[in-house]
């Protein structure tokens, strides 16, 4: 046991074993940032230890408002720190992820010119004058073009086109009408452009191919057709089968690519999950212990808890990976031709970043197979996989790789058609294909070489760190993603790490009856438990020597199960027997008399699964609270009388009911999403080509109105399965606030308020929809409580308000209900007072509306009989609309009508059959 005097305070820093095989038993001090001002009343309900009990009957466990600062008073602390790189390192690149996942799983359809029947005859005659396109300007890159066959279809000459090095195939069609050049069409085609619309279908690795439509225009001149990609998509083709397509007016989606997509998402968010509680936690560890971290730190610190493999992975499990990213790499190739302007630089430099992933991959696999002696693989890895050259190579490849492109496209690999049918399109493709990735690769490596050479030349004046063993990279072995040049000294000819440097590698020292070990946070596949310190290597002088894994367990005590029963909480905390330096938010009152504290929940849910929370923090004997902070959050099929009866499991748990239900609502979502990106993309082209302006509130409107969850015409049968998805939603959202500390709370209070209007407007909805309410009496509830004027002003106040009232409303004699939860049920109970949280939030919210309404009406249009007089439009709508626009109606001469610019935003037009002059 090691201890040390702060202030007066014993401090325990490490509670080692006995015997020399024993696991190293470890105590860490881990203290908390902000909790949300919530009051947690729990019961004593049993205790499993031999350990001296806190002798108390209830412990309550609430927060102090206020912002966390540093001790330093910085408001940059380390976890900050480290979140901030988390987001940037991992949060945007899985949300330009997700974006093309959805791009490409989305069912598409083709344009009708472009489809011919199956079983209409192929023509060759005189090729070149029926199809004389020779080459198309895509993305900024020149793609050579070859006409196989062409189609008399009825709307005219329809031509098959390939191009052979990438196995793309598709047809297009040529207008016969001069018109207005496409934007990058030289000024030389100004007057010789004709209408231009193609598909192409690009053959996968797997047996799928992802799918591009689109437009443009072509000039006579040149034989060259100057694009945009309009529609993307995949479809499950490829091969001769790809070859011989003659394209569908029906949807067409790959199921392929959705179910490895799904994955691929679904692992990638998991490892950011796991980076992001190894970032809190170490982040918190530091702050508590006055540790800063400086930019560098941080993002060697996010980049090795973001590694794909997990430390002791098999090969054949960094195969599966290695087809993932192929995969990831393939959508990139892929992207580039569909991405035109900055988007075209981003999926560049996402490739290279792909590419950099799959090198460290495999060279992951070669150490792990020791081809390689310890110093030739120190050698290459210091070289070439350096977090000082990581970005350089990927940014010169971004830079350089347009122009490479359209020079290999005119290269001879555009005359080797006949190879391609030889050995196949899909296997000459691969070739051509791995032709790119391994210029790339050779740019990246080319970049870094120099780079690393010249940074340790004048870093440490000695080319000796690049080939110099260290017995701390000898220790960790291929557990290290990549090196830190910087964080070498070269002194007296030997190799050195700084202390900054196993910092930011996160390498901790332990103590074990004299002996010390370095100590290591291992990465598991899925899950970041609290005991994951393993010792790696024994420390004597200036030298690690390797031994073999011994995992750091914690220390025992008291083991309590607590209940708070109107939210149908349940879980087991744990209170150490030592005096530790108390958690920041703790009052100077405790300041000595405060213990390690960890706990457990599971939050009852409506669906049978509750919500988990791991939480950490310090218990202050004199006031009986625990101050904590949420550490890990995760669900569990679990609910009932089971909760309550849970003692806790070592293993993994997951919730199948959670999973499900959350990914139909996530995909639902992203599809209504989609659609409306869809929409605002037509409606803006159409305004822009009539040269018609959108405001900011017109275009919110529409936006608005495009995001609406039921489609037109919904019955209620549906929306009453989206009720129950919302409803899951809010459930998430209380949870959640418990979860969230500082601003992030309120964005979940805002966040709740938001699903909450949209749970209102849904049943105000299915009320319209059973017209149970007359025309006048609807128009005037809809105008009062649904309006665009007063959407955000409710979520607003309501923010504003609920931590406030949940705290009260936590601290009423609903704290002394638990007599009544057992009669009735923990789950029905909760249900209740859920429902009077959510009930009292719906209040706030309609009352501010309501009010916010009135003066606005007034002060609009100086009458409140905009609220309740008829609109022809309002009635023809009826249900189709979503919510109203006050500011947009025109009270004259006591008839209510819409402006013209109100109509525009509602996205309405007007209409006219010709051959009847009928509007």
Known sequence: MVRMEEDGVERVQLILGTHPSAPLALTVSVYLTICPQTQLVFERLSIHSHLAAVNENNL???????????????????????????????????????RSYLQFVTPHKMSEVLVVPPDLQRETANLTEHCPVTAFVLAGVWWNFETTHYYKAD????????????????????????????????????????????????????????YEGEVGTYCAKDNTAYIVVEVLGTYDINGVFLADGTGTTESRMSWWYSIVGAIWLVYRALMIRRSYV??????????????????????????????????????????????????????????????????????????GYNLSGLMLLLFEMVESMRWFSDKWRLRVKRVFLSYETALVGEFVSALAFQTFLSGLNGSDLKRLKPTALAVSYYFWSLICHGIVVVVVVLIILSVRVPWALLYVWFKHHSFAVLSEPCC??????????????????????????????????????????????????????????????????????????????????????????????????????????????????????????????????????????????????????????????VDVMGTFDI???????????????????????????????????????????????????????????????????????????????????????????????????????????????????YNLSGLMLLLFEMLESTRFLKEMWRLRIKRTFFNYETALVGELISALAFQRFLSSLNGSDLKQSKQT??????????????????????????????????????????????????????????????VMLLGGYQLEDGILSYKPPTLKALGMLKWRRRESNIW
Request: hydrophobic residues 40%.
């Open 278 to 351: 190894s970032c809190r936690r170490y982040g918190r560890r530091c702050d508590e212990l006055g540790e800063k971290l400086d930019h560098q730190e941080a993002m060697v610190f996010v980049q090795e808890s973001m590694r794909l493999s997990a430390h002791g992975a098999r090969n054949y499990q960094r195969a599966a990976l290695l087809y993932l990213i192929v995969e990831g790499i393939m959508t990139d190739l892929f992207l580039i031709i569909a991405n035109d302007g900055w988007a075209t630089r981003v999926q560049y430099a996402s490739m």
């Open 472 to 629: 701390i990279d000898t220790t960790l072995g291929v557990r290290s993603r990549i090196m830190l040049l910087g964080g070498y000294r070269w002194e007296d000819g030997k190799l050195f790490y700084k202390t900054a440097a196993l910092k930011a590698f996160g390498l901790l020292k332990m103590e074990e009856d004299g002996a010390e070990y370095l100590v290591l946070h291992k990465l598991y596949w899925l899950t970041v438990p609290r005991d994951n310190l393993i010792g790696v290597g024994i420390i004597t002088g200036h030298r690690v020597e390797p031994c073999n894994e011994r995992p750091c367990t914690a220390d025992q005590g008291i083991v309590c199960h607590a209940v708070v029963p109107q939210y149908n909480l349940h879980g087991n905390y744990f209170i150490g027997n030592i005096k530790t330096k108390a958690y920041q938010t703790t009052p100077s009152s405790c300041a000595n008399d405060s213990f390690p504290f960890e706990q457990y929940l599971y939050h009852g849910s409506i669906g049978y699964y509750s919500y988990y929370e791991g939480e950490v923090g310090t218990y202050c004997i004199q006031d009986n609270t625990a101050y904590i902070v």
């Open 639 to 753: 609910n009932g009388s089971f909760l309550a009866k849970d003692t806790g499991s070592y293993k993994l748990r997951l919730s199948y009911w959670y999973s499900i239900v959350g990914v139909v609502w996530l995909v639902y979502r992203a599809l209504v999403i989609r659609r409306s990106y869809a929409l605002c993309r037509q409606y803006g082209r159409r305004c822009d080509e009539l040269g018609e302006k959108l405001q900011q509130q017109q275009a919110m409107v529409f936006v608005q109105e495009s995001l609406r969850l039921s489609a037109h015409g919904a019955t209620n049968y549906q929306r009453t399965a989206l009720l129950y998805l919302i409803v899951e939603g809010i459930m998430t959202d209380l949870f959640l606030i418990i979860a969230s500390d500082g601003w992030t709370t309120r964005v979940k209070y805002a966040s709740m308020g």
């Open 155 to 210: 709307q005219g000459i329809v031509c098959h086109a390939v191009v052979p090095q990438y196995n793309l195939h598709g047809n297009y069609f040529i207008g016969n009408i001069k018109t207005k050049a496409y934007q990058t069409t030289p000024s030389s085609c100004a007057n010789d452009s004709f209408p231009f619309e193609q598909y192409l279908y690009h053959g996968s690795i797997g047996y799928y191919s992802y």
């Open 821 to 882: 939860a057992i009669a009735m049920s923990y789950y029905l109970w909760s249900l209740i007072c859920h429902g009077i949280v959510v009930l009292v939030v719906i209040l706030i919210i309609s009352c501010v509306r309501a009010l916010v309404a009135l003066m606005y009406v007034w002060f609009k249009h100086h009458s409140l009989l905009v609220l309740s007089e008829p609109c022809c439009i309002d009635t023809a709508l009826g249900v189709r609309s979503r």
């Open 60 to 98: 309550q466990a609430y927060s102090v408002d206020g912002p966390t600062i540093a001790g330093n008073g910085s408001w940059i602390t380390a976890q900050r720190m480290l979140l901030g790189v988390w987001l940037v390192m991992g949060v945007l690149p899985l949300t330009l992820q997700l």
